[in-house]
């Protein structure tokens, strides 16, 4: 509780009864001298009442405005010292005193005195206010040093590409010991890798702390807050101290399919404190550290893909395309060395990636037959065909134990974006009939390395790269049928349009972060220009509009 300013007067008057004989010498100027007094502590930012009384014990020791003889250089120093507390210069000028005092025959006893009553009457008032109060602190009281380090991290291991097979192998060193002193700050946050209580061992937290003196009541001292509640050690245990720190729990995504690629799982966050009096007989204090702590999930993934092309479809305007086989794709995923299941992930590619195909390609079909007559079309498509592996998981940044963690993700991708497209039918034109066949066709390999072990590149510059686009233009053939007036048509020039699409990863759509495997697709329009052959007119040129613009897949899995 705040002291009120009537209790500057009552601190006063608790000074003088220390110096009884300095009080009877000031007689008449004694209003002056105190006015004096709280307006040179005033200057030196000492506003509070038990502030002032306290300079003005120093006053009665050394005289009106002492610091600013030549003698008392020392005082003015830390006066002006702007990085200490006001409780701080005044417990650190006392120091100074003592000694000054017995070497020039002062009365040191009394200063000491009068001081530990005002920290008496001090500390009635709060406890009067608050029975909870802590004590002010009256002996000095610090940290030294801080020592912050990581224990029993021996079983981290990452995925790793060992002569083109990956493999699960140990990973880096723990982090190196973090020291806090006066010449290195703490960080804003700490960060620990370690995982989910049931989801493997645990990290140990080791404090040690290096005291400069001591209260001897409740410092040194740790507090530990995190999900799990409130862990506090006094004391001697206090000066080194470990526990296991845990991680959140991670949420499935709501996919279902029980992971999404290269996800930034957030830390959970608690909090460190290791308290103090924060009072230092000389010097700058360390003061008390308070500082969040991110305990990141440890967890290393790998997944691991394998597909093959499919069968070719047929669509005629007699039958429906029939199912046929799906591709046959392999799917490994493991988390740090388990197995996991990845039907979800097969069936995301076997059945759904192929039966949006299915839809896409039966949308061309019926355009394409509502212009040509006993129409067909054959598809064979080789998306995302090959193999490609992607590895990931939490690692320190440069800073170690000191900032945020950074997202390792290490991969190679060999895929092909494959597809072939044949459409037949009749045509006819200007009385004239021919049979058209329209084709596309064309595979661009998507052949990329990732390995992002550093804050630069970016995630999303690291993986963005992992896609390919491609064009497969259409072109055009005609074959005349035979008609009794002697009209003919044949092709006039290469046809616009082509198939254009890109596939590959991309950041999830679906919520959340992590990454997904696309596909995505479309039909530029189809043009043909064509000339017509007239015994009577001669040759006529003209444009044969085969297909219009039209979306052929949007597919996504992750």
């Known amino acids: 509780m705040p002291m009120q300013a009537a209790d500057t007067d009552d601190f006063a008057a608790l000074v003088e009864a220390n110096w009884p004989a300095v009080a009877g010498r000031l007689g008449e100027r004694r209003a002056a001298f105190l006015d004096t007094a709280v307006q040179q502590a005033a200057r030196h930012g000492l506003v509070a009442p038990l502030e002032a009384a306290r300079y003005l014990n120093l006053c009665f020791a050394f005289g009106p405005a002492f610091e600013t003889r030549p003698q008392h250089e020392w005082a003015l120093a830390l006066l002006a010292d702007e990085r200490l507390a006001p409780a701080v210069k005044l417990h650190q000028l006392k120091y100074r005193a003592v000694p000054e005092l017995q070497r020039q025959g002062g009365d040191a006893a009394a200063l000491q005195r009068a001081d530990a009553a005002l920290a008496d ?124 720190v845990a991680a959140m729990a991670p949420q499935p995504p709501a996919t279902g399919l029980g992971l999404a690629l290269a996800e930034e799982i957030p830390p959970g966050v608690a909090l460190l404190e290791t308290p103090t009096c924060a009072l230092r007989d000389e010097g700058l204090p360390l003061g008390p550290l308070r500082t969040q702590v991110w305990t990141y999930p440890a967890d290393q993934w790998l997944f691991a893909l394998q597909r093959e092309a499919g069968p070719e479809w047929t669509w005629s305007t007699a039958a429906a395309p029939a199912a046929g086989a799906t591709p046959a794709t392999r799917c490994r995923i493991e988390r740090d060395g ?54 990931w998981g939490w690692r320190e940044g440069a800073g170690g134990l000191a900032g945020e963690a950074l997202m390792r993700v290490a991969g190679e991708l060999d ?144």
């Not at 009256?138 to 991290?153: K, N, P, T, W």
């Open 121 to 244: 009457r001090a500390d009635a008032a709060r406890r009067a206010a608050d029975p909870d109060a802590e004590p002010l602190p009256r002996q000095a009281c610090d940290i030294e040093a801080i020592d912050l380090r990581v224990l029993e991290a021996d079983w981290r291991h990452e995925y790793r590409a060992v002569e083109g097979q990956w493999q699960r192998v140990p990973g880096p060193p723990p982090p190196a010991a973090l020291r806090i002193d006066g010449a290195h700050p703490a960080p804003a946050v700490l960060s620990v890798l370690t995982h989910a209580p049931g989801r493997g061992p645990q990290a140990r937290l080791q404090v040690r702390q290096a005291l400069h003196g001591g209260c001897g009541e409740r410092h040194p001292a740790v507090r530990w807050l995190g999900a799990e509640g409130l862990a506090r050690w006094h004391g001697h245990e206090a000066r080194a101290v470990s526990w296991p």
């Open 415 to 558: 895929l092909g974006c494959g597809l072939a497209v044949s459409l037949d039918g009749e045509f006819d034109l200007g009385g004239s009939r021919a049979r058209v066949q329209l084709s596309a066709e064309g595979d661009v390999r998507l052949q990329r390395s990732v390995l992002r072990e550093q804050a630069k590149p970016g995630l999303l510059d690291a993986v963005l790269p992992c896609r390919a686009a491609f064009r497969l233009p259409f072109s055009m053939a005609v074959d005349p049928i035979a008609h009794d007036d002697g009209l003919v048509w044949a092709e006039a020039g290469p046809c616009s349009g082509a198939i254009v699409g890109e596939a590959g990863l991309r950041p999830r759509l679906s919520g959340g972060s992590g990454w997904q495997w696309f596909v995505r697709a479309s039909v530029e329009p189809v043009v043909a220009p064509v000339m017509l052959a007239d015994p009577l007119l001669g040759q006529v040129r003209r444009h044969l509009a085969l297909l219009p613009a039209l979306p052929l897949l949007d597919w996504s899995l992750g």
């Open 338 to 391: 388990f197995a996991l299941d990845a039907r979800g992930w097969i069936e995301g590619f076997d059945q759904g990636l192929a039966q949006a195909l299915r839809q896409g390609f039966g949308g061309l079909f019926e355009q394409w037959s509502q212009r040509a007559q006993n129409a067909g079309m054959q598809a064979r498509p080789a998306l995302l065909t090959g193999r490609a592996a992607l590895a």
